[in-house]
């Protein structure tokens, strides 16, 4: 692995105070999440950033439009941040230029080193079908118990959006699995969108794993409504349906609050002593929503989950507990701003929360567990 040392800044609480935060509303969400004062994005485009691809045959500045919407875990006691970059074709908009996932890994949560390649991408492989030429978007990680990692990730072949599957021994070599969904009901839901796997864990020995809820892992997916799938092997899933055979949303947009427009799944959930914790990324719809928060802002929600029925939706946050503010949240290709979020890990007793920002760089903000 080529590391290039490209390293950011980010001031955590020994060197400086916090800003921008919002106390908890209820006593079973995570946080207050916050920001470092003088906050700045831990990782950025980069246009000198290349390297062979192998379905074009040639050297591509795969980095050179944007990097944002990561993923985050720790090993061998440094955070391994997996985050989306997009190579820029031309000024074509959101969703016409080619996604790869990179990698940065920081031994502090301060210093952040990215590799200089993309550590996951199209290949001439049995997938590439699904995932070229969009790509592959908008990865999140979980370990298991046997110390192995499963990738979840959007495939995009400019057609139709999948959720799909990915794992690996050593966060380098990844084994492609193909659609989530591929082997339900004869391919039922093969050609419908599908993204945003989130699978549940819990704390274990200081780390986050995938956990089991009455002997099957379970997993938050979906946009504008979020869903519920099983699995038993982390590979192959099925979707939660109703009786009569079609799927059931857990969480759904409410008009008059911030996620008036859509709900969609965040970093890993985790099994707390008060139920699930799901983070989710909400859209707001001004007309039928938070008329100051503006329209088509992404904020963050929290939600809580029966811990042994994960459909059951016990309790949800009124207000985001995270939504844009700072200049770089505000600005980028996605000009209405986002906090979308997608990665959290316990490092060193703190969490770390990182997202994306307006569809152009990468944030993170702490909190104390």
Not at 116 to 125: K, M, S, T, V
Not at 146 to 173: C, D, E, H
Request: aromatic share 12%; hydrophobic share 35%.
């Amino acid at each position: 692995m080529k590391l290039k040392f490209q390293v950011f800044l980010l001031i955590t609480a020994a060197q400086t105070s916090f800003c921008l935060a919002q106390e908890m509303e209820k006593s079973w969400m995570m946080g207050p999440f916050k920001r470092a004062q003088d906050a700045q994005p831990i990782i950025q485009k980069d246009s000198t950033s290349s390297f062979e691809d192998p379905i074009k045959n040639q050297k591509v500045f795969w980095e050179s439009m944007a990097t944002f919407n990561p993923a985050a875990i720790v090993k061998d006691n440094m955070i391994h941040v997996f985050y989306r970059a997009e190579e820029k074709l031309g000024e074509k908009e959101i969703g016409g230029h080619t996604s790869r996932i990179g990698l940065a890994i920081s031994p502090d949560g301060i210093n952040y080193i990215k590799n200089e390649h993309p550590i996951f991408y199209p290949d001439l492989d049995n997938q590439q079908e699904n995932e070229w030429p969009g790509g592959v978007e908008d990865p999140r990680l979980v370990e298991t118990e046997q110390g192995s990692y499963v990738l979840t990730y959007t495939q995009w072949n400019r057609k139709v959006p999948r959720l799909a599957i990915a794992t690996s021994t050593n966060l380098v070599q990844w084994e492609k699995h193909g659609p989530a969904f591929k082997n339900h009901k004869e391919g039922k839901y093969h050609r419908q969108e599908t993204k945003s796997g989130a699978i549940v864990t819990k704390l274990k020995n200081g780390k986050l794993v995938a956990a089991k809820i009455d002997g099957k892992y379970w997993m938050y997916y979906g946009v504008p409504h979020v869903w519920l799938a099983s699995s038993e092997n982390l590979i192959d899933w099925t979707p939660v349906e109703t009786y009569e055979g079609t799927l059931a949303p857990v969480l759904s947009p409410r008009p008059g609050y911030f996620d008036s427009w859509l709900v969609e799944a965040g970093p890993p959930p985790i099994i707390t002593e008060n139920g699930i914790v799901v983070l989710y990324n909400a859209g707001n719809s001004k007309n039928i929503g938070v008329k100051e928060l503006g329209n088509r802002i992404y904020t963050g929600g929290q939600a809580l989950f029966d811990s042994k029925e994960p459909w059951k939706l016990l309790d949800r946050c009124e207000t985001p507990f995270i939504k844009p503010e700072l200049p770089f949240e505000k600005s980028g290709q996605y000009a209405d701003g986002t906090t979308f979020l997608e990665g959290l890990v316990l490092f060193n007793g703190t969490w770390y929360l990182y997202y994306g920002t307006a569809d152009s760089m990468v944030g993170v903000v702490t909190a104390k567990r």
